[in-house]
């Protein structure tokens, strides 16, 4: 007997259960495609939701007790009838046009606003150095340097022309300008135009009293008066009436000089350069331009007793 006789050959066959494929892959691609869908969907609602949102969001999971859900609205907000995000289409146009003007306001109004200050001072302080530049070069301004005061106040750049007693502007008790109150009037009235700023003019008197007393033609007529006649002087040098916002004649209220009210330069007109939120507010007093408007012609100056007024 040969040996393959001797040991015969055996075959097994191994039953495998399972197979290579099953369903296990299926399960994980489907919980990869749900996590991307959830976080492309978690990318979508984060940019459309705005920074107010964003920070309100924040703010309730750091601190979720005490954060109110009012910041958070918008992200999911159930009053909505689009969740997630996009314009409420309960709204009205109304209410919309309200929304999307809130959301385009400024993030900071107070930090745009004294920004806006800041450009309005450089501004002035600009046209404050070209009117000293202007008084040292002309030769009628120069005589008058040191009755030409310039100084930045809350309401802007005033321009302080002061009386003295061997050159007064105007004529006695009266609102008649002298020959050089004129010219630099009107040297003035070029300069300023250049500005968009709007102006203001306020006449002044010292506490000398009219003869006649108050009842008649008093200080606050004259200083009134004397305002007005420079306006016209500022207009007839260039500068656009329209850019007049007040006149007033203020009297003895606002003395320069308050340990002497009768000092002469207690007379004088304050010209203001204003700045934007002066402006602003003098058209929130009552919407409408405050011109003091007198005409001296209407007024008997024959009847007026001379003095020392003013």
Do not use: C
Not at 47 to 61: I, K, N, R, T, V
Not at 158 to 181: C, G, S
Not at 220 to 234: F, I, K, T, V
């Amino acid at each position: 007997m040969t040996a393959t006789e001797k040991r015969p050959i055996i075959i097994k066959k191994v039953k495998k259960h399972g197979s290579h494929h099953g369903g296990a892959w299926k399960i994980a691609y489907a919980d990869f495609v749900t996590a991307m869908m959830a976080f492309f969907l978690l990318m979508w609602l984060l940019g459309s939701a705005s920074e107010e949102q964003l920070q309100g969001l924040s703010e309730y999971f750091q601190t979720p007790v005490k954060t109110p859900l009012d910041k958070a609205r918008g992200t999911g907000d159930r009053a909505s009838v689009i969740q997630g995000g996009g314009r409420d289409i309960t709204m009205n146009v109304g209410q919309a046009r309200k929304v999307s003007g809130e959301r385009s306001k400024p993030r900071n109004l107070k930090a745009a606003q004294a920004e806006l200050e800041r450009l309005d001072r450089i501004k002035l302080e600009d046209l404050k150095s070209r009117l000293e530049r202007l008084i040292a070069s002309n030769e009628t301004m120069r005589d008058f340097k040191n009755q030409l005061l310039l100084d930045i106040t809350s309401e802007g750049l005033r321009i302080q022309i002061v009386d003295d007693k061997n050159r007064p502007m105007f004529a006695l008790a009266k609102a008649d300008l002298q020959p050089y109150t004129r010219d630099i009037l009107q040297k003035l009235g070029g300069v300023l135009n250049e500005m968009p700023n709007r102006i203001s003019l306020a006449g002044h008197t010292d506490a000398t009293p009219y003869a006649s007393g108050e009842k008649n033609y008093s200080n606050w007529e004259l200083s009134a008066d004397r305002a007005n006649a420079s306006r016209r002087q500022l207009v007839m040098g260039g500068m656009n009436e329209q850019k007049i916002m007040r006149v007033v004649g203020l009297s003895s209220a606002v003395l320069f000089d308050k340990a002497n009210p009768v000092n002469p330069v207690n007379r004088r007109i304050s010209i203001v350069v204003m700045s934007h939120k002066a402006a602003e507010a003098v058209t929130q007093e009552g919407g409408t331009t405050m011109d003091i408007k007198s005409d001296a012609a209407t007024i008997n100056a024959k009847t007026l007793e001379p003095s020392e007024a003013g």
